[in-house]
C-alpha cells in the first residue's frame, strides 16, 4: 500500500489531469487521496508544497529515464524517439500534469520541465557529439509525444511499432550524417 504522501501526490497529478489547477484544491485532493485536511497539511503544508512535491517526482521519474537513456544498447538517440510515445506511465502522468501547471504559467512548472528538457537535450548532446543533431533527434521524439499525449483519443496519434522502426531508420541517418552539414 502506498503511503499517505504518495497517495496525495497521485490525487493532485490525478486532479491536475482531469480538471486542471483550479479544481485541484487541497480539499479535493485530500478527499481524493482519503486523508484529513490535516494529514494533507502534515505532508504539504500548503498548495506550492504541494507542486514542489510534483516537481521532485518528475525530477526523479525523468533522472531515471535520463540514466536508462546513455546506458541504452542502441544509443541514446534511438532510445529517445523509441520511447517518446505517451503510454500513461508514472512519467507521461508526471509530465502531463507539470504541464498542466506550467500552461497556467506556475513558475515551478515551468522551471521543472525546462530543467528535464535540458538535462534531455545534454544526454543526447554527449552521445551524438554536437547539439544541432541533438536538437534534431529531441524535436522528433517530443512532436511524436506530443501527438501520442494530445490526439490519440481523436484517433491519430497513435504511433505503431512499424512507424516507429521506420522514424529509427530516420534517426539512423540524421545520426550518421551528423557534422556534415557546415554551412546553409
Known sequence: MSSSRERILDSFENALIRD???????????AAADVSKGGLLYHFPSKEALVEGLAERLRGLADRDRDAMTKAPDGAARYYVRT????????????????????????????????IQERWLDALEAQLGDRTTARAVKLLGDGLYYDA??????????TSSREIDDL?????????GRGRITSI
Open 168 to 176: 529509427l531508420d530516420i534517426v539512423d541517418l540524421i545520426v550518421a
Open 84 to 115: 517518446s510515445v505517451f503510454e500513461d506511465s508514472a512519467l507521461d502522468r508526471a509530465l502531463v500534469s507539470m504541464a498542466r501547471l506550467a500552461q497556467q504559467g506556475h513558475p515551478t512548472a515551468k522551471g521543472s520541465l525546462a530543467e
Open 20 to 30: 486542471g489547477e483550479r479544481a485541484a484544491t487541497m480539499e479535493a485532493v485530500a
Open 149 to 158: 499525449a494530445f490526439f490519440a483519443s481523436a484517433g491519430s496519434g497513435r
